[in-house]
């Protein structure tokens, strides 16, 4: 059964750094893919950033720049380094799974599996 369990969330001031993970476990698929959303107080979940399998990725325009999406193939870890952080970036991290191709990578409702969350807060 796949499992996802994200780490690495806190609080750092303006500016500051995070790297999130997220390891997962229980997948066998050839062709996948796996995002990270987050979802602020009162707000919808957003895309942040996703990877596909062969190694492509695609980003929101919020994170281009200062958010890189990664990953251990041999950990089965997912990585988002966060840099240059401000207050907005503020919200729970999720980590998500689609085990085909197809959907819109940085649209929620393509994907099947999600972690529990880690908290990210960025104070000014």
């Known amino acids: 059964q796949l499992q996802l369990a994200e780490s690495g969330g806190g609080s750092v001031q303006t500016g500051g750094s995070l790297r999130l993970t997220c390891e997962a476990s229980?997948?066998?698929?050839?062709?996948?893919?796996m995002g990270w959303f987050r979802q602020a107080p009162g707000e919808e979940r957003e895309g942040v950033a996703a990877?596909?399998?062969?190694?492509?990725?695609q980003y929101a325009d919020f994170a281009k720049g200062r958010l890189t999406i990664s990953k251990d193939n041999a950990q089965n870890t997912l990585y988002l380094q966060m840099n240059s952080l401000k207050p907005e970036d503020t919200a729970i991290y999720y980590c998500?799974?689609?085990?085909?191709?197809?959907?819109?990578?940085?649209?929620?409702?393509?994907?099947?599996?999600w972690g529990q969350g880690t908290q990210v807060t960025v104070s000014s």
């Open positions: 229980g997948y066998t698929d050839a062709d996948y893919y």
């Open positions: 998500a799974y689609r085990p085909t191709y197809g959907g819109r990578p940085l649209e929620a409702a393509a994907y099947n599996h």
């Open positions: 990877l596909f399998d062969n190694g492509d990725t």
